[in-house]
């Protein structure tokens, strides 16, 4: 039986983010990549304070090879904006690099799949590096996927939002911010999203105040 493939192998031991990034591109860690258009890496600033970490790539990003630019990334940018998050002091990635999706056929509407936990698990050595790299003041995870990569099973999104988690981890002492996946707002019935939108605004605004 062949040894297992890791995205760890596609991982480069020494470089900056504009590298890592052009690793990505060919990372063959998952089946995931053999669909997708392509590997949606990463957008922000390598000195960013914040990173926003999603689950993965949507039909859009997928298309585009960028994140958070379909409806649920618009709906990100502008509370990013609403909560006083500057946008020079945010990196945004997920994680999850590449689209996993059903399809009916060719041509037919192609329909998001949550990924697995093999694929968190797969995909974590690319987001590991690149929290190295930036080095944020906090971590903001958008969501259960990005909350299974970086905290684990312990914390809950509804439970745990909106307060600044402290570990350990294996790059030092991180913070975390828990809050819900932007795309939860737009699946929220009418006459409750703005609400909706509001808690998720509160809980980045956790974040500004964390900047000073």
């Not at 990924?115 to 190295?132: D, G, K, Q, Y």
């Not at 003041?137 to 307060?163: I, M, N, P, W």
């Not at 699946?187 to 808690?199: E, G, M, N």
Request: glycine fraction near 8%; charged fraction near 25%.
């Amino acid at each position: 039986m062949a040894d297992r493939v890791s995205a760890a192998d596609f991982v480069p031991a020494r470089t900056d983010l504009a590298g890592l990034r052009a690793a990505a591109r060919d990372c063959r860690g998952c089946e995931l990549w053999e669909p997708a258009t392509q590997t949606v890496f990463s957008a922000g600033p390598a000195d960013a304070r914040v990173v926003l970490v999603g689950e993965q790539p949507g039909d859009q990003e997928d298309k585009q090879g960028a994140p958070f630019v379909g409806p649920a990334g618009r709906l990100l940018v502008r509370a990013v904006e609403d909560a006083g998050l500057p946008r020079d002091a945010v990196y945004r990635t997920n994680a999850v690099k590449h689209f996993r999706f059903t399809q009916a056929g060719p041509g037919k509407r192609r329909i998001h799949q949550t990924p697995e936990l093999s694929h968190i698990t797969a995909c974590r050595p690319w987001l590991v590096e690149e929290l190295r790299l930036v080095d944020p003041e906090v971590v903001v995870c958008l969501g259960a996927t990005a909350v299974k990569a970086l905290l684990g099973a312990s914390v809950r999104v509804l439970r745990d939002r909106g307060q600044l988690i402290e570990r350990e981890t294996s790059l030092g002492t991180r913070r975390f911010l828990v809050t819900v996946h932007p795309s939860s707002i737009l699946r929220t019935p009418d006459d409750k999203r703005d609400d909706a939108y509001q808690a998720l605004v509160a809980d980045l605004q956790v974040a500004a105040r964390t900047l000073g």
